[in-house]
């Protein structure tokens, strides 16, 4: 399994940015995919998580304002990101669980043991 995040990139403190991310060598899967992210100085995060039936879930600091999504047909996940803060910064990575859990579980379980990673976006908000 390969997962490919698109160039990240720099935006002004409300702007919006959309990361995909292309995964190769997985079929349509049952198992959650997901954004994760890791700000300076901060311990890796989950930020959102979809199911295959596309229940999904955030982490509250992006609620409202992050929107992620699948297309199954192009084995591809999206992150919309807008409203951008400067805490927002960070790598971003793209994430394919390879344990059945719901969006909700896999927001707080998926790891680099229990997952697969791809090697990461920046993305950087300046205030």
């Known amino acids: 399994v390969q997962l490919v995040e698109s160039v990240g990139g720099s935006v002004q403190a409300g702007g919006s940015l959309r990361l995909s991310c292309a995964a190769s060598g997985v079929s349509y899967s049952t198992y959650c995919m997901g954004w994760f992210r890791q700000g300076p100085g901060k311990e890796l995060e989950g930020v959102a998580t979809?199911?295959?039936?596309?229940?999904?879930s955030y982490a509250d600091s992006v609620k409202g304002r992050f929107t992620i999504s699948q297309d199954n047909a192009k084995n591809a996940l999206y992150l919309q990101m807008n409203s951008l803060k400067p805490e927002d910064s960070g790598m971003y990575y793209c994430?394919?669980?390879?344990?059945?859990?719901?969006?909700?579980?896999?927001?707080?379980?998926?790891?680099?043991?229990?997952?697969?990673w791809g090697q990461g976006t920046q993305v950087t908000v300046s205030s």
């Open positions: 979809i199911e295959s039936d596309g229940s999904t």
């Open positions: 994430a394919r669980a390879r344990v059945t859990w719901s969006a909700r579980q896999a927001l707080d379980l998926m790891t680099r043991a229990n997952s697969y």
